[in-house]
């Protein structure tokens, strides 16, 4: 699970850089970004809207990033809606389990056997 800032650090990385400056979005308003459900056909078609505003973002990957990492329930981040960025994050935790899965079965395979167990599979 993704932790959610406090205040201070979220607004810090929330325009780290700059890039909010450089997002296409703020030639839009706000209120395309955020669409009163996901499900309802006015809500789909404001969703692709603004969707179609981030596929032509230069900074489009640092909106995710904040996203992903400040965790908003709401809204169009970096071209994901809220139930994108839940599978995003959901799939993002199942492949550093499997990784860390990985890496504790090669540690335990690279072990050195010690000394008493070689002495006792040599009997």
């Known amino acids: 699970m993704f932790l959610r800032l406090e205040p201070r650090r979220a607004r810090l990385l929330f325009d780290a850089g700059g890039w909010r400056?450089?997002?296409a979005c703020r030639e839009t308003g706000p209120e395309l970004f955020f669409p009163a459900g996901e499900r309802d056909e006015a809500a789909v078609a404001q969703t692709a809207a603004?969707?179609?505003?981030?596929a032509r973002c230069d900074v489009r990957l640092?909106?995710?990033t904040y996203a992903l990492v400040a965790n908003p329930e709401d809204?169009?981040?970096g071209g994901l809606g809220p139930s994108e960025r839940r599978?995003?994050?959901?799939a993002r935790r199942a492949r550093r389990e499997?990784?860390?899965e990985?890496?504790?079965?090669?540690e335990a395979v690279a072990a050195p056997i010690p000394d008493h167990a070689a002495r006792?599979?040599?009997?």
């Open 75 to 77: 809204g169009i981040w």
């Open 120 to 123: 006792s599979a040599a009997q």
């Open 62 to 64: 640092h909106c995710l």
């Open 98 to 100: 499997a990784r860390t």
């Open 87 to 90: 599978a995003l994050q959901r």
């Open 21 to 23: 400056r450089r997002a």
């Open 50 to 54: 603004a969707k179609q505003v981030c």
């Open 102 to 106: 990985r890496t504790e079965k090669e």
